[in-house]
């Protein structure tokens, strides 16, 4: 049998030096980051938060009467375009080549015109993805503020989302004195 890698014994001399140094930088990293007195770190769960916040309510019924109202029109759309498209099925037969052209044009833009509204509104970066970042971006400048404000207050250095954390002392978790805050 042929050897895939030229010379064995240089490869796994290799190998062990890349897991020496990927290992050493694994526990050398951590303790040199997190030097005693150098850092305090808190946690704070946003979407609990967020969930709690009065403003976020708000903002949601906002979204969803807007929601609301463009679906009705979409729903309106596709009717017509339904109701259009089976008529031209029922008396495509009887029409001349002209006149079914014509039809089948007058079909295909109101086709377009759905599609267009659809994506407008509903789509990607679409009316409602920016009315969703537009009434949002208040609530989370307050919540960044709050956070802020008691992480300045207790000497924390470093916030992070509890939703990114692997493991975290409960000590350090400020979710709940973010919410009496924010309320």
């Known amino acids: 049998m042929k050897k895939i890698y030229g010379n064995a014994p240089f490869m796994s001399l290799t190998y062990t030096m890349i897991t020496t140094l990927v290992l050493s930088l694994f526990i050398s990293i951590p303790s040199a980051v ?35 109202q463009w679906e009705q029109s979409f729903k309106k759309m596709k009717t017509s375009y339904e109701t259009a498209l089976a008529g031209y099925q029922k008396k495509a037969k009887g029409m001349t080549k002209a006149q079914r052209e ?53 000497g924390f250095s470093v916030i992070l989302d509890k939703q990114a954390l692997i493991w975290g002392d409960s000590a350090h978790d400020i979710t709940f004195k973010v919410i009496n805050k924010i309320k």
Do not use: C, H, Y
């Open 34 to 68: 997190a030097a005693p007195g150098s850092q305090k770190t808190g946690v704070v769960d946003v979407s609990k938060v967020i969930s709690q916040m009065p403003e976020t309510k708000k903002a949601e019924n906002i979204l969803k009467a807007t929601s609301s």
């Open 102 to 154: 014509q039809k089948e044009k007058e079909l295909s833009q109101k086709l377009k015109e759905l599609q267009k509204f659809q994506m407008e509104k509903f789509g990607p970066n679409g009316a409602l993805d920016k009315k969703k970042a537009e009434l949002f971006a208040p609530i989370r400048q307050k919540l960044i503020k709050t956070v802020q404000t008691i992480a300045q207050k207790e």
